[in-house]
């Protein structure tokens, strides 16, 4: 055993009671911080110098424990190593390739900014950030219609009854977001990917959660400029007459673009320093909907929001809406956006390091407690200042910019 495990692990290990349920803890997360080999059952138990693999799988896909005290021990760990005023909650997706149609919530989904269609499973996913070190603290399986629309498919892979309905990405990530908070942990603002930036759903969660957010949204996303009067009804689409709703990549290229230089870490530690151009301006969001035999009916929104553009070499072009306050400055704002790739790198050293993607079981008990302990193995690697030296040594953005 690593030193420092057993220690470290006491608080989550008090929480399961039973001690050989203690035991396969500490040898489950023991396997997964390993340096070589798979970390499916079969090789853990095998190096670990188990006579078989039979009771760390049953720990892992059958026994009768709730993950959820562990997960409430590890926001708190969490919200401790990573969280504060000034700290991230960056949501995002786990994207786990499979073959085959039985392993819970595989479908053929699509994936990426592209679009590609892949055979996967998906899972959204929480992660803490706070300067370069992040946490991954929640990963909750998305069920594609595929499964919803099956009873029989989702008995078979044990998912709970509560969670048999239709959730969309949206809302699995608003649950999360609750149960991380309610445990603790602690955040200044919420990033999101493009995803869930361009869903109104999911901003409105935000909205009445009063929380400050930063989101990903697509260049053809319409506002109204703030030089526009405020409406208070809806307005057609395709109106005429007062300034109407703009995408807003048309309304960033008339803005003032800046260069902005910030440094990310290469191999060995060698500090490079990458640039790109931002442009900000203060806009309304709109809303479109269907109107009852009318065609799209745009709603005006309330509060103005920024808008940000960026710009790479190449012809790249991202864009974010966020609700930081008004007086931020643009040093700020990129700085903000661009904190959700520490949070993404840390995601790849789970499934890439830390066995995420060794899971070969088939059920939804299984595949969250895996995903549990594998966060929990990072957890301690990040305590224990591996991971932090592993992410700042590899390729990866900081989120702070400087002018350039």
Request: with cysteine; glycine share 12%.
């Amino acid at each position: 055993m690593r030193p420092g495990l057993e220690d470290w692990l006491e608080p989550f290990l008090a929480r399961l009671i039973h001690p050989a349920r203690r035991e396969m803890c500490r040898l489950y997360v023991t396997g997964l911080i390993e340096r070589e080999g798979g970390k499916n059952v079969h090789r853990m138990a095998a190096r670990l110098g188990q006579p078989s693999h039979d009771a760390m799988h049953h720990f892992i896909s059958s026994g009768s424990w709730d993950t959820g005290a562990l997960e409430a021990a590890l926001a708190a760990e969490a919200g401790r190593q990573a969280g504060g005023p000034n700290s991230l909650l960056v949501i995002g997706e786990v994207v786990l390739p499979k073959k085959g149609t039985r392993s819970v919530g595989v479908a053929p989904q699509p994936v990426g900014a592209a679009g590609r269609i892949l055979n996967c499973q998906v899972l959204v996913s929480l992660t803490l950030v706070r300067g370069v070190v992040p946490m991954p603290v929640g990963l909750r399986l998305f069920l594609p219609e595929s499964w919803t629309g099956d009873s029989e498919r989702m008995e078979r892979a044990r998912v709970p009854e509560n969670l048999r309905v239709p959730r969309s990405k949206a809302e699995i990530a608003l649950a999360e977001l609750d149960r991380v908070s309610s445990a603790g942990a602690r955040f200044g603002c919420v990033l999101v990917d493009a995803d869930y930036g361009a869903s109104a759903e999911f901003r409105e969660g935000m909205r009445a959660r009063r929380l400050r957010w930063a989101v990903a949204v697509p260049g053809g996303i319409t506002a109204l400029p703030v030089s526009a009067a405020p409406r208070s009804r809806p307005v057609m689409a395709g109106g005429r007459g007062e300034e109407g709703p703009r995408p807003i990549e048309s309304m960033l290229a008339e803005a003032p673009w800046w260069q902005l230089t910030w440094q990310r870490r290469a191999e060995e530690w060698l500090p490079v320093e990458v640039a790109a151009s931002f442009a900000a301006l203060r806009a309304r969001l709109v809303e479109e909907r269907a109107g009852p035999g009318e065609g799209p009916v745009r709603d005006l929104p309330g509060g103005q929001v920024w808008i940000i553009g960026e710009r790479r070499d190449g012809g790249e072009a991202r864009h974010y809406a966020s609700n930081l306050p008004a007086g931020s400055s643009l040093r700020t704002l990129a700085g903000t956006v661009k904190g959700r790739w520490v949070a993404e790198r840390a995601l790849r050293l789970l499934g890439e390091e830390l066995g995420l993607d060794d899971f070969e079981g088939r059920s939804w008990v299984g595949l969250h407690r895996h995903a549990l302990m594998s966060m929990l193995a990072y957890a301690f690697l990040q305590q224990e200042g591996l991971a932090g030296a592993r992410l700042q040594g590899a390729e990866g953005e900081r989120p702070e910019a400087r002018p350039g």
